[in-house]
Protein backbone atom coordinates (compact mmCIF):
# COMPACT_ATOMS: atom_id res chain seq x y z
CA UNK A 1 0.00 0.00 0.00
CA UNK A 2 2.57 2.32 1.16
CA UNK A 3 5.01 1.44 -1.38
CA UNK A 4 2.28 1.96 -4.21
CA UNK A 5 1.63 5.40 -2.87
CA UNK A 6 4.99 6.35 -3.55
CA UNK A 7 5.06 5.29 -7.16
CA UNK A 8 1.88 7.34 -7.67
CA UNK A 9 3.25 10.27 -5.90
CA UNK A 10 6.40 9.89 -8.54
CA UNK A 11 9.05 10.72 -5.32
CA UNK A 12 11.61 8.07 -4.31
CA UNK A 13 11.87 5.86 -0.76
CA UNK A 14 13.97 4.12 1.61
CA UNK A 15 11.33 1.54 2.07
CA UNK A 16 13.22 -1.79 2.91
CA UNK A 17 10.37 -4.99 1.81
CA UNK A 18 11.42 -7.79 3.89
CA UNK A 19 10.27 -11.18 2.80
CA UNK A 20 10.16 -14.69 4.89
CA UNK A 21 9.02 -17.59 3.64
CA UNK A 22 7.79 -20.24 6.54
CA UNK A 23 8.24 -23.54 6.30
CA UNK A 24 4.45 -23.92 5.57
CA UNK A 25 5.02 -21.58 2.53
CA UNK A 26 3.19 -18.70 3.87
CA UNK A 27 5.28 -15.52 3.02
CA UNK A 28 5.24 -12.68 5.73
CA UNK A 29 5.83 -9.31 4.57
CA UNK A 30 7.12 -6.44 6.55
CA UNK A 31 7.62 -3.28 5.13
CA UNK A 32 10.33 -1.07 7.29
CA UNK A 33 9.92 2.88 6.10
CA UNK A 34 12.99 4.77 6.63
CA UNK A 35 11.64 7.68 4.16
CA UNK A 36 11.34 10.59 6.66
CA UNK A 37 12.69 9.20 9.81
CA UNK A 38 15.39 6.66 10.55
CA UNK A 39 18.57 6.13 11.96
CA UNK A 40 21.79 6.27 9.98
CA UNK A 41 21.25 3.13 8.13
CA UNK A 42 18.96 4.77 5.85
CA UNK A 43 22.01 6.32 3.91
CA UNK A 44 23.56 2.87 2.76
CA UNK A 45 22.97 2.53 -0.90
CA UNK A 46 22.70 -0.57 -2.97
CA UNK A 47 25.15 -2.61 -4.76
CA UNK A 48 23.96 -5.29 -7.07
CA UNK A 49 27.05 -7.49 -6.28
CA UNK A 50 26.18 -7.76 -2.33
CA UNK A 51 28.14 -5.02 -1.44
CA UNK A 52 30.36 -4.52 1.84
CA UNK A 53 27.41 -5.25 4.26
CA UNK A 54 25.10 -8.47 4.74
CA UNK A 55 21.66 -8.29 5.77
CA UNK A 56 20.45 -10.44 8.50
CA UNK A 57 16.70 -10.45 9.87
CA UNK A 58 16.29 -11.37 13.44
CA UNK A 59 13.51 -12.66 14.70
CA UNK A 60 13.12 -11.96 18.32
CA UNK A 61 11.05 -14.10 21.46
CA UNK A 62 7.62 -12.81 22.35
CA UNK A 63 8.25 -9.89 19.22
CA UNK A 64 5.62 -10.12 16.35
CA UNK A 65 8.29 -7.62 14.49
CA UNK A 66 11.41 -8.91 13.14
CA UNK A 67 14.42 -6.45 13.47
CA UNK A 68 17.16 -5.93 10.78
CA UNK A 69 20.75 -6.09 11.71
CA UNK A 70 23.56 -5.07 8.62
CA UNK A 71 27.09 -6.91 9.05
CA UNK A 72 30.48 -6.48 7.40
CA UNK A 73 30.77 -8.75 5.12
CA UNK A 74 34.51 -8.17 4.59
CA UNK A 75 37.10 -5.51 6.32
CA UNK A 76 35.87 -2.40 5.40
CA UNK A 77 38.31 0.16 4.32
CA UNK A 78 38.23 3.71 6.41
CA UNK A 79 37.09 5.88 3.32
CA UNK A 80 34.62 2.55 1.88
CA UNK A 81 30.86 3.43 0.80
CA UNK A 82 28.39 1.13 3.04
CA UNK A 83 26.60 -0.77 0.23
CA UNK A 84 24.30 -3.66 0.65
CA UNK A 85 21.96 -5.71 -1.82
CA UNK A 86 18.53 -4.21 -1.70
CA UNK A 87 17.27 -7.46 -3.69
CA UNK A 88 19.23 -10.80 -4.06
CA UNK A 89 22.66 -9.93 -4.97
CA UNK A 90 23.53 -10.56 -8.86
CA UNK A 91 27.06 -12.34 -8.20
CA UNK A 92 29.70 -12.06 -5.48
CA UNK A 93 29.06 -14.48 -2.40
CA UNK A 94 25.81 -15.75 -3.60
CA UNK A 95 26.40 -16.27 -7.30
CA UNK A 96 30.11 -17.69 -6.12
CA UNK A 97 27.54 -20.34 -3.71
CA UNK A 98 25.38 -21.57 -6.44
CA UNK A 99 28.32 -21.11 -9.24
CA UNK A 100 25.60 -19.76 -11.90
CA UNK A 101 25.85 -15.46 -11.51
CA UNK A 102 24.49 -15.65 -15.85
CA UNK A 103 21.67 -17.64 -15.14
CA UNK A 104 20.98 -15.94 -11.38
CA UNK A 105 21.45 -12.31 -13.21
CA UNK A 106 18.74 -13.46 -16.41
CA UNK A 107 16.05 -14.90 -13.79
CA UNK A 108 16.10 -11.52 -11.78
CA UNK A 109 15.44 -9.64 -14.99
CA UNK A 110 12.51 -11.65 -16.26
CA UNK A 111 11.17 -10.71 -12.54
CA UNK A 112 10.93 -7.12 -13.02
CA UNK A 113 7.50 -6.36 -13.37
CA UNK A 114 6.84 -2.61 -12.90
CA UNK A 115 9.08 0.10 -13.58
CA UNK A 116 12.06 0.21 -12.50
CA UNK A 117 15.09 3.08 -12.02
CA UNK A 118 18.11 3.22 -13.09
CA UNK A 119 20.57 1.21 -11.09
CA UNK A 120 24.01 2.97 -10.63
CA UNK A 121 25.77 0.80 -8.80
CA UNK A 122 29.30 0.70 -10.56
CA UNK A 123 29.42 -3.03 -10.01
CA UNK A 124 29.88 -5.81 -12.48
CA UNK A 125 27.77 -7.55 -11.84
CA UNK A 126 25.12 -4.12 -12.08
CA UNK A 127 21.76 -5.21 -13.85
CA UNK A 128 21.17 -1.77 -15.36
CA UNK A 129 17.86 -1.54 -12.70
CA UNK A 130 17.02 -1.39 -9.15
CA UNK A 131 15.58 -4.41 -7.24
CA UNK A 132 11.96 -3.35 -6.69
CA UNK A 133 8.93 -5.06 -5.04
CA UNK A 134 6.42 -6.03 -7.41
Known amino acids: MRLRMYDQQGQGHALLVL???LPSGLVLRT???ATRL?????FFNHSCDGGSLELV?????GSLLPAVA????HDISPAEELTF??????SGRAAAA???PGE???QQQQQLERPQQRCLCGSSACLGLMPNEA
Do not use: M
Open 85 to 90: AYGPPT
Open 19 to 21: REV
Open 70 to 73: LFAA
Open 98 to 100: SGR
Open 104 to 106: ERQ
Open 31 to 33: NID
Open 38 to 42: GNVAR
Open 57 to 61: VVRRR
